[in-house]
């Protein structure tokens, strides 16, 4: 059987939405498996950031930002229509756990919960945070 070992989430600089006063990137979360598969689990999140000025005048976001908020961004959400941040959590944690049992891996919610996950920005999106 198959095992998951960590979760990534690769953000990349959306270049065709980016100029200078607005940033915007992709992110996607993948399972690595134990077989070295990695298995796409959402790959529609990401986010932007704009500025009045040009980006090269602003203060420069952080890769630890950038980090922080691909975590968050690819779940678990936060809660809405009157469910708790656990029913949240439960319901996003099934959901991924329904997609990697989709792909032939069978892994329990609360496995994926514990997982180490990493966060790895492509070169042009790390190459703009160092300009600016």
């Known amino acids: 059987m198959t095992t998951v070992t960590r979760l990534v989430t690769y953000v990349e600089l959306d270049e065709a939405a980016t100029d200078t ?3 915007s990137v992709t992110a996607r979360l993948e399972a690595v498996c134990a077989d070295d598969r990695s298995l796409v689990l959402l790959d529609d999140r990401g986010w ?3 500025s009045s000025a040009p980006m090269d005048t602003q ?3 952080s890769a ?3 980090e922080k908020d691909a975590r ?3 779940g678990p959400d936060e809660p809405i229509g009157g ?3 656990e029913q949240m959590a439960a ?3 099934n959901f991924l756990a329904d997609v990697l ?5 069978d892994v329990e919610t609360r496995e994926l919960e514990r997982l180490s996950h990493d966060v790895v920005l492509s070169e042009p999106l790390r190459a703009l945070i160092r300009d600016h």
């Open 21 to 23: 006063r607005h940033v």
């Open 48 to 50: 932007s950031w704009s």
């Open 59 to 61: 203060p420069r976001i």
């Open 64 to 66: 630890e930002e950038i």
């Open 72 to 74: 968050t961004v690819v």
């Open 83 to 85: 469910e708790t941040p």
């Open 91 to 93: 319901g996003h944690w």
């Open 101 to 105: 049992k989709r792909q032939g891996v």
